[in-house]
């Protein structure tokens, strides 16, 4: 009897490094099934490649955005994000230095280039728009910048439309500057334009302001909000000065990091004032450890234009400025 029991017992036992293998295979099979049925419910409905996505799908946690954690891990360098925040405008309004200043900050990734999707390429669809973001890791703020949207009459529904809780932010600047900087940059492309005086007024004589003339039409900034807050709330839409960001940037920046729920980490200390070109530049910009102003089509010297008209214009835009400090609750001070 204890012979048999010693021959039953007598079973081979794994060594250690079958063991190991064993764990492995175990491990593998876990994974690839897990992958299998996270597939299963998430990939049959992702759009064909270059379809659209509807605004069900644009949203938090659902649709292509919502990458499962496993291939997040896979692929060690985040996910491509639609927006959460986007600079609107306005065009010469200090867009560019806010967003080169926000990419200091670690918790900020942004397309560089303007993607111009809600005023020129709409028709392509979200799934193209998401594909040109960077890609970001948990806890990560996608951003773009694109000034045209916020004299484009269709962008707010189109923004509304892909998430109603998307951050807007608009740098604004003191309408009269504004203008002449825009025709300075027109004019450094077009040098045979006419004269900033004979664009502004349909006559003259009359002192007629021309406000079909873009360069004027962007600064008339109430009529613009208006269309903006038929879908969103104006606590959704922060309101930057042009003229602060380059005497205080850091202070702008501070308001800008609280309105967009990040640590304040960009201060004065990652700034110095360039006196040749008039406006603060990074001390170490981002990826690098060497002082990056913006370019050299930023600062560019304006012409000199008549006095008088100078003043028609911040007559004309003086009521309009006004009816814009009461719809945001803060005074610019332009008057």
Known sequence: MGQRLNRCLDVPVASPPLRRRLLLLFIMLFLWLYMFYSCAGSCAGLPARGAPLSPGEAGEGSGPDAASPISSFLNGSGTKRLPQAIIIGVKKGGTRALLEFLRVHPDVRAVGAEPHFFDRNYGRGLAWYRDLMPRTLEGQITMEKTPSYFVTKEAPARISSMSKGTKLIVVVRDPVTRAISDYTQTLSKKPDIPTFESLTFKNRTTGLIDTSWSAIQIGIYAKHLENWLLYFPIGQILFVSGERLINDPAGELGRVQDFLGLKRI????????????????????EGSSKPHCLGKTKGRTHPDIDQEVVQRLRDFYRPFNMKFYQMTGQDFGWD
């Open 266 to 285: 960009i201060t004065d200390k990652h700034f110095y004032f360039n006196k040749t070109k008039g406006f603060p530049c990074l001390k170490k910009a």
